[in-house]
T-cell receptor
């Protein structure tokens, strides 16, 4: 069955370290998204991609970067982790059909703690 | 940009009673409104949606209503069951736009047996 996976599921790191969170989907979806979930803020968009070599900034992109070298993967990198980046991170993907909404399918999440 | 407000942040109801979660949006161009359910330790999952040309939509025990004039929409769950306990998110989307959802802040629903 097609699916979307995230790794690791839990990560503890120290301030200033570089961290990469992996996201892999087997639906062959063109669209991929990264969100962070914090109490009182819901889900906020960090970065998104509409296809290979395409990346775009979301509303909370500072301190994060992504790259899209193939259809299946969109890794999220924290260049220099900060305590404010402690959060639960969700990856999502959707088909690409111009116009009408395409359901976003979410991964199981990665809980990141920055000490 | 779009702003979505969601209330209440927490809601407890007796099993068998109804639950209502309300959201308001700011951008009159938004024309699609999905609701997501997030169970503990999992990612959100779409449970129902509504487009702006429809006032109400039902799927078994859940329904969503939309008031375009007032720019608010609501999720209604009837005959609540323990498995309805979860966090629920509303969202707004502009079709023919840029594929970006704007989420509400979430409602933690607890069903009391």
């Amino acid at each position: 069955d097609a699916e979307i996976t995230q790794s690791p599921r839990h990560k503890i790191t120290e301030t200033g370290r570089q961290v990469t969170l992996a996201c892999h989907q087997t639906w062959n979806h063109n669209n991929m998204f990264w969100y962070r979930q914090d109490l009182g803020h819901g889900l906020r968009l960090i970065h998104y991609s509409y296809g290979v070599q395409d990346t775009n900034k979301g509303e909370v992109s500072d301190g994060y970067s992504v790259s899209r070298s193939n259809t299946e993967d969109l890794p999220l990198t924290l260049e220099s982790a900060a305590s404010s980046q402690t959060s639960v991170y969700f990856c999502a993907s959707s088909e690409s059909t111009s116009g009408l909404y395409n359901e976003q399918f979410f991964g199981p999440g990665t809980r990141l703690t920055v000490l | 940009g779009e702003n979505v407000e969601q209330h209440p942040s927490t809601l407890s109801v007796q099993e068998g009673d109804s639950a209502v979660i309300k959201c308001t949006y700011s951008d009159s161009a938004s024309n699609y409104f999905p609701w997501y359910k997030q169970e503990l330790g999992k990612g959100p999952q779409l449970i129902i949606d509504i487009r702006s040309n429809v006032g109400e939509k039902k799927d078994q025990r859940i329904a969503v209503t939309l008031n375009k004039t007032a720019k608010h929409f609501s999720l209604h769950i009837t005959e609540t069951q323990p498995e309805d306990s979860a966090v629920y998110f509303c969202a707004a989307y502009y079709e023919f736009g840029n594929e970006k959802l704007t989420f509400g802040t979430g409602t933690r629903l607890t069903i009391i047996p």
